[in-house]
């Protein structure tokens, strides 16, 4: 009890006397500058003082501002519900705590100290991960994420990471023509732009997580376009077992969070086309889905046959006639596209005769 007494009292005069200071402080960091906050604050929780002291913000000169946010801070930390002492033990935990710059999430609530009061039992504290960035990362903040690798460095944990991609980045092919370097990814430009592909993304992902302490790499999925191409995810190792982290997908609301390794592989690719290619068999006129697609000798998809005309670069029946094909494809078909038999004629007599194979 008297110890609280003390620490209010030195509260109240640290307080008081930040107050009346009207000129910015400079100094070399926030050692020199507030030893006594930081002192009460290494008795309240030596760990979450060793944290706050390695904030960037605390490392040159530091401004009046900040000095009020960690008199809150110290407060807030001094009074907190039992909920927010909780929270705040698991905030302390994102990333790798030995090898990441700093912690992060502590750094957001000093940016919500920076800027307004808040009351014990209703504070940043309490905030659980994803809504305390919602509230302190504001990217229209443009000094705070101009710098590369200042950001990459504030992006020290997959969790944050995956936070950013899905808020920033918008998928780009095209941005491929733009790139000055001519380069096939460059995580620059897409940090720049906020546009890219599943390479760029990647090469980003793999950026943060690398300078964040993680075992990382690049996990290549080959979705059977060319054997050239292939769609790029990041591969992470999160206390002893393997995720995939995969924001480089067109669609925005396919970019789950964190998948397992062994779950990721079907799902990856059936969903990252929807399952549709776009292309109908240039033999049969089958839409084709990924699954339907057929294999050329080297193993690799063919987009322009089924796997029911074509296996192994070769026509599954490669006497087959026009009109007898005609006639085998509408039960298919009819099946594909769940209509009448009729109707399926009609579709195959039109289409076939016009497509390649047949020509
Ligand atoms: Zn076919």
Redesign the pocket.
């Given at each position: 009890m008297k110890r609280h007494l003390l620490i209010t009292i030195i509260l109240i005069i640290t307080l008081l006397t930040g107050c009346a200071q009207t000129q910015p402080v400079k100094t070399k960091g926030i050692t020199e500058q507030s030893p006594t906050v930081l002192g009460l604050l290494g008795q309240l929780s030596p760990s979450l003082a060793h944290e706050v002291n390695r904030l960037p913000e605390f490392q040159q000169s530091v401004s009046e501002r900040q000095i009020q946010a960690l008199n809150k801070f110290v407060y807030l930390t001094n009074n907190a519900t039992e909920s927010e002492k909780s929270n705040l033990s698991s905030i302390l935990k994102v990333g790798i705590p030995k090898s990441r710059k700093y912690c992060t999430p502590i750094q957001a609530i000093f940016w919500l100290l920076e800027k307004k009061d808040f009351e014990p039992g209703n504070s940043p504290l309490g905030y659980p991960l994803i809504d305390l960035l919602h509230k302190a990362w504001d990217y229209a903040e443009k000094d705070r994420w101009k710098d590369y690798e200042t950001v990459t460095d504030r992006l020290n944990s997959h969790e944050l990471v995956n936070y950013y991609e899905k808020g920033r980045f918008l998928y780009d092919l095209r941005g491929e023509d733009r790139k000055p370097t001519g380069a096939t990814y460059d995580p620059l430009y897409l940090f720049w732009f906020n546009r890219g592909h599943c390479r760029d993304v990647t090469a980003f992902t793999l950026h943060c997580l690398k300078k964040a302490g993680y075992k990382v790499k690049e996990y290549r999925v080959d979705p059977g376009i060319t054997t050239k191409a292939y769609h790029a995810a990041t591969l992470f190792e999160w206390q002893g077992k393997n995720y995939i982290m995969d924001n480089g997908r067109p669609d925005k609301l396919l970019r789950i969070d964190f998948i397992p390794l062994d779950e990721y592989k079907p799902y990856d690719l059936t969903k990252n086309y929807r399952g549709e290619t776009g292309k109908i068999?240039r033999?049969?006129a089958?839409p084709m889905d990924y699954k339907d697609l057929g294999t050329e000798s080297d193993g690799s998809r063919s987009y322009d046959?089924?796997n029911?005309?074509?296996k192994d670069g070769k026509f599954t029946n490669p006497n087959i006639t026009m009109n007898q094909m005609i006639k085998e494809s509408i039960t298919r078909l009819a099946g594909k596209l769940k209509v009448p038999e009729s109707q399926a004629k009609e579709a195959a007599e039109l289409f076939i005769p016009r497509l390649k194979r047949w020509k």
């Open positions: 068999c033999s049969c089958l046959y089924c029911l005309c074509f």
